[in-house]
């Protein structure tokens, strides 16, 4: 992508009157490091990047907005948010509007179409983090990695990471602005995590899982990386009932993750964020992915295409499939 | 802050229903040792006026704040009970019933084991019971107007009772004409009226009656709102007749260029109408319509120099620039009688419908035997060479009822007397010709019916027993293959003219309805109704009732006892002119509801919608619960993900504690 392109877009739009700020990437502190960056106005623009190494996504900082209680005769800054999306995180943001999270005339979308990122964990243990600044950047057929003025070239299945193997969405689905062309969409991987955990029997399962949760610390991080995990007042949080015990243990820890693929079930877009900053590494993306997978073969929907969609947990057909309900 | 809660516990004998599988006894002394219970009893008849009262004299007596009833299922007394302690100064939804019959005695032998779980169901319904605020009902006014939706005899029949009481009814009908179903039939079993003269004076009063707005030729589109406060969108379809100006002459359709060309729907397709019809002499109104698909103007653009009919009619009622139009009302309850479908004949292939012209169904023999029919009640068929008068006629009975390969495992109630019946017609009409029934079961259970059976077989009329297995042509006859199971001999019965005794089966349009109303089935794929014993006219959406066929095959009297039983149902929130609505609904929490509106889109019942509220200057959207149409289902609490809305009486905080009860017990 034109890097010089997206700068001048996006100081275009961080300009606009109607525009409080944009969100997009911009260089971390040092190595690898991406951080989002919330530009104002036109200047901070030139802070902005757009690289493999852009995995996060920036979608969950929408319903992250704090409304504070306002002065009386005091009106809210009704101004839109800008927002810099990859095909996944365009997902997140239309299902978002599905969910009436966010409203369509508060955000600019600027659709990044996205040829995959790498795999920070692979790209770190191959060539290890550095001090300063590095780089990783997209060539014809795959990465070149750029650490203390040294350039490699690596071959794009070396370092692709999983959720972009998988990935069927590389184009932003909605967008108000595209910056460059559609890529080329590339033939998903299959599904090997989930098709391994589906080829257990069930005691093989629950042992798998029971290794995993026992993991948890439960530091909630993939709750607050989520983009479609926005409740102001999280169940799970509550004392009154408590669904959740707060102790760090199996059960607990079972019942947590369980109740959060659940709540994402039918509305999780497989952006991999909540395995991605899971410091346990529990293989988060597997569970959501085998519960998309359900409702896709199930009930043939796909959360985050469509804006106007009916919400699918709140959609009823009376010749929705049955027959695995117990 | 509530009182400490006083806890009473009443555990009902039930006669021996409970007592005889559960030991009441060690229920009552352990149920006494439960936290915050004041009193337990046992009582042979809880429901009954002096258990009522051991209940209320312990509230006043010993300051009970909460009670607990261990009895039958909640659906039964629930409202009993409520009242009972209501009358006793309690708010009346203190009450927590522990279902320990249905749950509990009738699906349990052994005594030990169903007293253990008495003791668990009753422990959680104490431990619930504590934490049940108190709800106050409300009222609102009722409008005092009915809508009646299908105008065949239970339509009539309901709408009539209703303007009969004083109360302005609207009823709805499809067709161009009242009348229905029993409009087409000849005579009715088992006193052999004619159809017609019994019906046809209630079609001309639904018509006439000052209460009654009868639109027809119309559909029912929209219905939104509640008990006593439904509000109504009706489509009126363009006759492309003017209503006011025809006078029902009839000379546009004898002179349509296209005169009976077009099947009759009347005539069940035997006898022929014009493009514009009556559907039939009697019809009510007495107007003309123009079938726009078989109409040469309305479907090609082009009749002739211009449309014969608009040349002939002296009245100048013909007007093809009609278009569909829509009224609007209120009403405060509504009656739905659409009755029913014929089954279609040709999803049993074997018997040779849609091949052989003289294999017939029971509604075309009603045509066909009546002197206003297509061939003037003269019983003549073609066997596919000649019309001819049956010498030999077998009817066949259950054909698409009791029948498992259709799906139709019910019984339609209705064909064992009308076989009866169109034999005994035929037997009138040609006195010497063979008639034979065929049949699985002879089913004369009404009034006067098993005398009228037995007079068709000393009609010379043969019942035999057996199902036949196929119908098939030899020469100019038709063979009916049987075997005679009473004998067990094979038949192979050569006979001019077999009469399928066809079924009822649920109307094909139905879903509509049931949108429109938020209307159930039941498993035979009928309306399902509220209690199939004590609310047979009820549904689950308050105000809605049910009349006729569209609940159930039945005859006509059970249909008209029904319509009446709609009609009375629905004159209960008109006359009392207010309706009260149950305090027991969602309520959403505020301030934790995300506004995404799943609930709004998961409410069966369209009871929630989405508000904008200020929240410290932020406009921000919240769901809001309609408490008039809220049935306290809780489909919109599953749905919440943030647990934002939930049931009163079934709130998170007041049902876990019920099921860690039943958990924490061995």
Same mark, same amino acid.
């Given at each position: 992508?034109?890097?010089?392109?997206?700068?001048?877009?996006?100081?275009?739009?961080?300009?606009?009157?109607?525009?409080?700020?944009?969100?997009?990437?911009?260089?971390?502190?040092?190595?690898?490091?991406?951080?989002?960056?919330?530009?104002?106005?036109?200047?901070?623009?030139?802070?902005?990047?757009?690289?493999?190494?852009?995995?996060?996504?920036?979608?969950?900082?929408?319903?992250?907005?704090?409304?504070?209680?306002?002065?009386?005769?005091?009106?809210?800054?009704?101004?839109?948010?800008?927002?810099?999306?990859?095909?996944?995180?365009?997902?997140?943001?239309?299902?978002?509007?599905?969910?009436?999270?966010?409203?369509?005339?508060?955000?600019?979308?600027?659709?990044?179409?996205?040829?995959?990122?790498?795999?920070?964990?692979?790209?770190?243990?191959?060539?290890?983090?550095?001090?300063?600044?590095?780089?990783?950047?997209?060539?014809?057929?795959?990465?070149?990695?750029?650490?203390?003025?040294?350039?490699?070239?690596?071959?794009?299945?070396?370092?692709?990471?999983?959720?972009?193997?998988?990935?069927?969405?590389?184009?932003?689905?909605?967008?108000?602005?595209?910056?460059?062309?559609?890529?080329?969409?590339?033939?998903?991987?299959?599904?090997?995590?989930?098709?391994?955990?589906?080829?257990?029997?069930?005691?093989?399962?629950?042992?798998?899982?029971?290794?995993?949760?026992?993991?948890?610390?439960?530091?909630?991080?993939?709750?607050?990386?989520?983009?479609?995990?926005?409740?102001?007042?999280?169940?799970?949080?509550?004392?009154?009932?408590?669904?959740?015990?707060?102790?760090?243990?199996?059960?607990?820890?079972?019942?947590?993750?369980?109740?959060?693929?659940?709540?994402?079930?039918?509305?999780?877009?497989?952006?991999?964020?909540?395995?991605?900053?899971?410091?346990?590494?529990?293989?988060?993306?597997?569970?959501?992915?085998?519960?998309?997978?359900?409702?896709?073969?199930?009930?043939?929907?796909?959360?985050?295409?469509?804006?106007?969609?009916?919400?699918?947990?709140?959609?009823?057909?009376?010749?929705?499939?049955?027959?695995?309900?117990? | 802050?509530?009182?400490?809660?006083?806890?009473?516990?009443?555990?009902?004998?039930?006669?021996?229903?409970?007592? +005889?599988?559960?030991?009441?006894?060690?229920?009552?002394?352990?149920?006494?040792?439960?936290?915050?219970?004041?009193?337990?009893?046992?009582?042979?008849?809880?429901?009954?006026?002096?258990?009522?009262?051991?209940?209320?004299?312990?509230?006043?007596?010993?300051?009970?704040?909460?009670?607990?009833?261990?009895?039958?299922?909640?659906?039964?007394?629930?409202?009993?009970?409520?009242?009972?302690?209501?009358?006793?100064?309690?708010?009346?939804?203190?009450?927590?019933?522990?279902?320990?019959?249905?749950?509990?005695?009738?699906?349990?032998?052994?005594?030990?084991?169903?007293?253990?779980?008495?003791? $668990?169901?009753?422990?959680?319904?104490?431990?619930?019971?504590?934490?049940?605020?108190?709800?106050?009902?409300?009222?609102?006014?009722?409008?005092?107007?009915?809508?009646?939706?299908?105008?065949?005899?239970?339509?009539?029949?309901?709408?009539?009772?209703?303007?009969?009481?004083?109360?302005?009814?609207?009823?709805?009908?499809?067709?161009?004409?009242?009348?229905?179903?029993?409009?087409?039939?000849?005579?009715?079993?088992?006193?052999?009226?004619?159809?017609?003269?019994?019906?046809?004076?209630?079609?001309?009063?639904?018509?006439?009656?000052?209460?009654?707005?009868?639109? +027809?030729? +119309?559909?029912?589109?929209?219905?939104? #709102?509640?008990?006593?406060?439904?509000?109504?969108?009706?489509?009126?379809?363009?006759?492309?007749?003017?209503?006011?100006?025809?006078?029902?002459?009839?000379?546009?359709?004898?002179?349509?260029?296209?005169?009976?060309?077009?099947?009759?729907?009347?005539?069940?397709?035997?006898?022929?109408?014009?493009?514009?019809?009556?559907?039939?002499?009697?019809?009510?109104?007495?107007?003309?319509?123009?079938?726009?698909?078989?109409?040469?103007?309305?479907?090609?653009?082009?009749?002739?120099?211009?449309?014969?009919?608009?040349?002939?009619? #002296?009245?100048?009622?013909?007007?093809?620039?009609?278009?569909?139009?829509?009224?609007?009302?209120?009403?405060?309850?509504?009656?739905?009688?659409?009755?029913?479908?014929?089954?279609?004949?040709?999803?049993?292939?074997?018997?040779?419908?849609?091949?052989?012209?003289?294999?017939?169904?029971?509604?075309?023999?009603?045509?066909?035997?009546?002197?206003?029919?297509?061939?003037?009640?003269?019983?003549?068929?073609?066997?596919?060479?000649?019309?001819?008068?049956?010498?030999?006629?077998?009817?066949? $009975?259950?054909?698409?009822?009791?029948?498992?390969?259709? #799906?139709?495992?019910?019984?339609?109630?209705?064909?064992?007397?009308?076989?009866?019946?169109?034999?005994?017609?035929?037997?009138?009409?040609?006195?010497?010709?063979?008639?034979?029934?065929?049949?699985?079961?002879?089913?004369?259970?009404?009034?006067?019916?098993?005398?009228?059976?037995?007079?068709?077989?000393?009609?010379?009329?043969?019942?035999?027993?057996?199902?036949?297995?196929?119908?098939?042509?030899?020469?100019?006859?038709?063979?009916?293959?049987?075997?005679?199971?009473?004998?067990?001999?094979?038949?192979?019965?050569?006979?001019?003219?077999?009469?399928?005794?066809?079924?009822?089966?649920?109307?094909?349009?139905?879903?509509?309805?049931?949108?429109?109303?938020?209307?159930?089935?039941?498993?035979?794929?009928?309306?399902?109704?509220?209690?199939?014993?004590?609310?047979?006219?009820?549904?689950?959406?308050?105000?809605?009732?049910?009349?006729?066929?569209?609940?159930?095959?039945?005859?006509?009297?059970?249909?008209?006892?029904?319509?009446?039983?709609?009609?009375?149902?629905?004159?209960?929130?008109?006359?009392?002119?207010?309706?009260?609505?149950?305090?027991?609904?969602?309520?959403?929490?505020?301030?934790?509801?995300?506004?995404? #509106?799943?609930?709004?889109?998961?409410?069966?019942?369209?009871?929630?919608?989405?508000?904008?509220?200020?929240?410290?200057?932020?406009?921000?959207?919240?769901?809001?619960?309609?408490?008039?149409?809220?049935?306290?289902?809780?489909?919109? +609490?599953?749905?919440?993900?943030?647990?934002?809305?939930?049931?009163?009486?079934?709130?998170?905080?007041?049902?876990?504690?019920?099921?860690?009860?039943?958990?924490?017990?061995?």
């Amino acid at each position: 992508m034109d890097l010089e392109k997206l700068r001048e877009t996006a100081a275009e739009v961080a300009a606009r009157e109607d525009v409080k700020y944009l969100i997009g990437w911009k260089k971390g502190t040092y190595g690898y490091r991406v951080a989002p960056g919330f530009i104002e106005d036109a200047d901070g623009a030139a802070e902005l990047i757009f690289s493999p190494l852009c995995t996060a996504n920036l979608a969950t900082y929408l319903t992250l907005v704090e409304k504070l209680p306002l002065p009386r005769g005091e009106e809210p800054d009704d101004r839109k948010t800008a927002l810099m999306v990859k095909g996944c995180d365009s997902r997140a943001v239309a299902q978002l509007l599905v969910e009436k999270g966010i409203d369509r005339e508060n955000v600019v979308v600027i659709g990044c179409p996205c040829p995959g990122m790498v795999d920070p964990e692979l790209l770190a243990e191959k060539y290890p983090e550095t001090e300063e600044p590095a780089e990783v950047k997209w060539t014809d057929d795959g990465f070149i990695v750029i650490r203390d003025g040294e350039e490699t070239s690596v071959s794009r299945d070396e370092l692709l990471a999983e959720k972009c193997r998988l990935c069927r969405y590389p184009n932003p689905v909605i967008s108000d602005i595209m910056l460059g062309e559609p890529v080329e969409t590339w033939e998903p991987a299959e599904d090997e995590g989930v098709n391994e955990v589906e080829n257990k029997d069930v005691d093989e399962r629950e042992a798998y899982w029971e290794e995993q949760f026992s993991n948890c610390v439960r530091c909630y991080s993939c709750r607050n990386v989520c983009p479609l995990c926005y409740c102001q007042d999280c169940i799970l949080d509550r004392l009154n009932p408590t669904w959740v015990n707060r102790s760090v243990n199996f059960s607990e820890n079972t019942a947590f993750n369980i109740a959060r693929a659940f709540h994402l079930a039918g509305r999780c877009i497989e952006c991999g964020e909540c395995e991605r900053v899971c410091p346990a590494n529990i293989p988060l993306g597997k569970l959501n992915r085998k519960l998309a997978r359900e409702v896709r073969d199930k009930y043939g929907f796909e959360p985050g295409l469509d804006p106007e969609a009916e919400p699918f947990q709140a959609s009823y057909k009376p010749d929705d499939p049955e027959d695995f309900i117990l | 802050m509530t009182a400490k809660p006083k806890v009473g516990v009443y555990i009902c004998h039930c006669g021996i229903n409970i007592a +005889s599988t559960v030991d009441v006894e060690t229920v009552e002394e352990y149920a006494q040792k439960l936290p915050n219970v004041k009193v337990a009893r046992t009582y042979s008849y809880m429901c009954s006026e002096p258990g009522q009262v051991l209940i209320k004299e312990d509230i006043k007596e010993q300051g009970l704040n909460r009670i607990v009833v261990a009895s039958c299922s909640p659906r039964m007394h629930e409202p009993t009970f409520r009242k009972a302690i209501q009358e006793a100064g309690l708010n009346p939804y203190f009450l927590e019933m522990a279902n320990i019959r249905e749950q509990c005695s009738w699906v349990h032998e052994d005594t030990g084991e169903a007293t253990e779980k008495a003791k $668990k169901l009753i422990t959680a319904s104490v431990a619930k019971v504590r934490l049940l605020e108190a709800l106050e009902s409300k009222e609102v006014d009722a409008e005092p107007a009915a809508l009646v939706i299908g105008a065949g005899i239970a339509g009539i029949q309901a709408a009539l009772d209703i303007a009969d009481a004083g109360f302005k009814t609207y009823l709805v009908e499809k067709t161009p004409s009242v009348g229905g179903r029993m409009a087409q039939l000849d005579k009715t079993f088992p006193t052999l009226d004619c159809s017609a003269c019994i019906l046809t004076p209630k079609m001309v009063d639904c018509a006439s009656h000052p209460n009654i707005e009868l639109l +027809s030729y +119309s559909e029912v589109e929209e219905v939104g #709102g509640y008990i006593g406060n439904f509000d109504v969108k009706v489509r009126k379809k363009a006759r492309y007749v003017d209503f006011d100006k025809c006078t029902g002459c009839g000379d546009c359709a004898s002179e349509c260029r296209v005169a009976d060309r077009f099947p009759s729907e009347f005539d069940q397709g035997m006898g022929k109408r014009s493009a514009i019809y009556l559907p039939f002499p009697q019809a009510v109104p007495a107007k003309y319509t123009i079938d726009p698909e078989s109409c040469l103007y309305l479907s090609r653009g082009k009749c002739g120099k211009s449309p014969k009919c608009q040349e002939v009619c #002296g009245a100048g009622a013909i007007n093809f620039e009609q278009e569909d139009e829509f009224v609007e009302f209120k009403v405060g309850a509504i009656i739905v009688a659409t009755g029913f479908d014929p089954f279609d004949a040709s999803r049993k292939p074997e018997y040779g419908y849609d091949d052989y012209p003289n294999v017939i169904t029971g509604m075309e023999m009603e045509r066909l035997v009546s002197a206003s029919g297509p061939t003037g009640g003269k019983v003549l068929i073609s066997n596919g060479e000649e019309e001819i008068e049956p010498k030999e006629v077998a009817f066949i $009975k259950c054909v698409g009822s009791r029948d498992e390969s259709v #799906g139709n495992e019910y019984c339609s109630r209705v064909c064992c007397m009308y076989t009866a019946k169109q034999a005994h017609l035929i037997r009138e009409k040609l006195p010497d010709a063979n008639i034979r029934i065929y049949y699985m079961d002879v089913r004369a259970f009404g009034k006067g019916y098993e005398e009228f059976y037995d007079r068709v077989r000393r009609e010379n009329v043969r019942y035999i027993r057996g199902n036949p297995s196929e119908i098939f042509k030899r020469g100019n006859k038709l063979v009916v293959k049987a075997e005679d199971t009473l004998t067990s001999t094979p038949l192979e019965d050569e006979v001019d003219m077999v009469v399928l005794g066809v079924g009822l089966e649920p109307r094909a349009d139905m879903r509509k309805m049931m949108d429109l109303l938020r209307l159930s089935q039941s498993p035979d794929r009928f309306f399902l109704e509220a209690h199939p014993k004590l609310r047979p006219v009820d549904t689950a959406t308050d105000g809605v009732f049910l009349a006729g066929c569209c609940q159930g095959p039945k005859d006509i009297p059970d249909t008209v006892a029904q319509a009446k039983g709609a009609a009375s149902s629905a004159l209960i929130p008109l006359a009392r002119g207010k309706v009260t609505i149950d305090a027991q609904v969602a309520e959403v929490n505020e301030t934790t509801c995300r506004g995404c #509106g799943f609930c709004v889109e998961i409410c069966p019942y369209s009871a929630i919608e989405m508000v904008t509220v200020n929240q410290f200057g932020h406009e921000v959207e919240v769901a809001r619960v309609n408490e008039a149409l809220c049935k306290g289902c809780g489909s919109c +609490s599953a749905a919440c993900l943030s647990d934002s809305i939930q049931p009163k009486s079934f709130r998170d905080r007041q049902i876990l504690p019920q099921i860690a009860a039943l958990g924490a017990m061995k």
